[in-house]
């Protein structure tokens, strides 16, 4: 069993800012959905049923070989808190923290792999690489998910390939996602545009935390929407294809910003900085909207003093669990304001987020 207290102090692989184009693509994720063929969906499955496809599933994959690496997490037997800290280290969705019943999750000690059990299908596999990585992902997890087959009897129908709880995922139950840093694109007011453009060519657009969330600190993850007729490698290109042509929409609007409005981008930066260095009190939200203006203006030149590497880890770190983990202490969301400026506030003047 893992200890999630170990990860408290470490970086996921989606905020380590190593992989290719990494000053605007965050993260590439293949998300995998598969059922299994002797049990109901979860979302008609008994209570008892959930607990056997639980149980099946992680004695199953627990034997995969060792060097994969998993630890097993009891998601429904977690404290809400360390639930969320799960979501916020992108480990599991909102809607497997939020659920009822049994349900887990397998961790790699790398954080690239987690694999949920029992969260809208009886298994999804999600691989995250750090930067523009999609074809190393898709290998990664393609392996994975042929390991797990040898020993898993997944509902697979001739005609309609995988078989998933929605109808949307049907076929490949791939889900292929790039998260993007995206903040001149929204100060040019040009994001709409972009987006209106992604959804006609069937790209979804969604916040940092998937289905349903807000897009917090200007990041925006873009995904295929169905999977039905189409190969694993065809709908990794739909997205591959297109991330190219946003990063250079991106890096066109932070060129713009610096030669026509530098001085007005320049105080937009030393703005957020200041706030962030000698706030009182924050909000979550605030929080990552003034990193974002910060990791704009580093990846810019404007500021010297600050690393990329530790805006990422602020990303993270100054979010409502994991603050509360670090402090070793659960806080309302007066006393999480409060804590969150000070960790802030420390970290601007020791100059490093491990200090926190």
Same mark, same amino acid.
Request: charged content about 25%.
């Given at each position: 069993?893992?200890?999630?207290?170990?990860?408290?102090?470490?970086?996921?692989?989606?905020?380590?800012?190593?992989?290719?184009?990494?000053?605007?693509?965050?993260?590439?994720?293949?998300?995998?959905?598969?059922?299994?063929?002797?049990?109901? *969906?979860?979302?008609?499955?008994?209570?008892?049923?959930?607990?056997?496809?639980?149980?099946?599933?992680?004695?199953?994959?627990?034997?995969?070989?060792?060097?994969?690496?998993?630890?097993?997490?009891?998601?429904?037997?977690?404290?809400?808190?360390?639930?969320?800290?799960?979501?916020?280290?992108?480990?599991?969705?909102?809607?497997?923290?939020?659920?009822?019943?049994?349900?887990?999750?397998?961790?790699?000690?790398?954080?690239?792999?987690?694999?949920?059990?029992?969260?809208?299908?009886?298994?999804?596999?999600?691989?995250?690489?750090?930067?523009?990585?999609?074809?190393?992902?898709?290998?990664?997890?393609?392996?994975?998910?042929?390991?797990?087959?040898?020993? #898993?009897?997944?509902? &697979?129908?001739?005609?309609?390939?995988?078989?998933?709880?929605?109808?949307?995922?049907?076929?490949?139950?791939?889900?292929?996602?790039?998260?993007?840093?995206?903040?001149?694109?929204?100060?040019?007011?040009?994001?709409?545009?972009?987006?209106?453009?992604?959804?006609?060519?069937?790209?979804?657009?969604?916040?940092?935390?998937?289905?349903?969330?807000?897009? *917090?600190?200007?990041?925006?993850?873009i995904s295929n929407q169905t999977t039905l007729g189409k190969t694993e490698q065809e709908?990794?290109?739909?997205?591959?294809?297109?991330?190219?042509?946003?990063?250079?929409?991106?890096?066109r609007a932070r060129d713009f910003l610096v030669r026509e409005t530098e001085q007005n981008?320049?105080?937009?930066?030393?703005?957020?900085?200041?706030?962030?260095?000698?706030?009182?009190?924050?909000?979550?939200?605030?929080?990552?909207?003034?990193?974002?203006?910060?990791?704009?203006?580093?990846?810019?030149?404007?500021?010297?003093?600050?690393?990329?590497?530790?805006?990422?880890?602020?990303?993270?770190?100054?979010?409502?669990?994991?603050?509360?983990?670090?402090?070793? #202490?659960?806080?309302?969301?007066?006393?999480?304001?409060?804590?969150?400026?000070? *960790?802030?506030?420390?970290? &601007?003047?020791?100059?490093?987020?491990?200090?926190?």
């Amino acid at each position: 069993m893992i200890k999630l207290d170990s990860l408290t102090n470490s970086i996921g692989e989606w905020l380590k800012g190593t992989g290719p184009e990494s000053d605007i693509v965050m993260s590439s994720r293949v998300r995998l959905a598969r059922n299994l063929a002797q049990y109901p *969906f979860v979302g008609r499955a008994s209570d008892q049923e959930r607990g056997e496809v639980q149980q099946f599933l992680r004695s199953r994959l627990l034997q995969l070989p060792s060097r994969l690496s998993l630890d097993y997490v009891d998601v429904g037997g977690l404290g809400e808190l360390d639930r969320q800290f799960l979501v916020e280290r992108q480990l599991i969705s909102r809607e497997h923290a939020e659920a009822a019943g049994s349900r887990g999750v397998a961790i790699d000690t790398h954080e690239q792999l987690s694999l949920m059990i029992n969260e809208e299908d009886h298994l999804r596999i999600q691989c995250v690489h750090s930067g523009l990585d999609l074809e190393s992902v898709w290998r990664q997890i393609s392996a994975v998910d042929d390991e797990i087959e040898t020993v #898993v009897p997944y509902a &697979f129908h001739s005609r309609w390939g995988y078989l998933t709880a929605c109808p949307t995922n049907v076929g490949t139950g791939i889900r292929v996602s790039v998260m993007l840093h995206l903040p001149a694109l929204v100060i040019t007011r040009q994001i709409d545009k972009v987006f209106r453009s992604l959804h006609k060519i069937s790209l979804a657009v969604r916040g940092l935390y998937g289905e349903g969330s807000q897009a *917090f600190g200007d990041f925006y993850q873009i995904s295929n929407q169905t999977t039905l007729g189409k190969t694993e490698q065809e709908l990794i290109a739909q997205v591959a294809d297109v991330v190219p042509v946003l990063i250079d929409y991106e890096r066109r609007a932070r060129d713009f910003l610096v030669r026509e409005t530098e001085q007005n981008i320049h105080d937009q930066v030393s703005r957020a900085y200041g706030i962030l260095r000698t706030a009182q009190t924050i909000t979550a939200e605030e929080t990552m909207q003034l990193l974002s203006r910060v990791r704009m203006g580093v990846l810019l030149g404007l500021l010297d003093d600050v690393d990329v590497s530790d805006v990422n880890l602020l990303l993270v770190r100054t979010q409502p669990a994991h603050l509360q983990k670090l402090r070793g #202490v659960e806080l309302d969301t007066k006393d999480r304001n409060i804590e969150r400026a000070r *960790f802030l506030r420390n970290y &601007f003047e020791t100059g490093s987020a491990e200090a926190n």
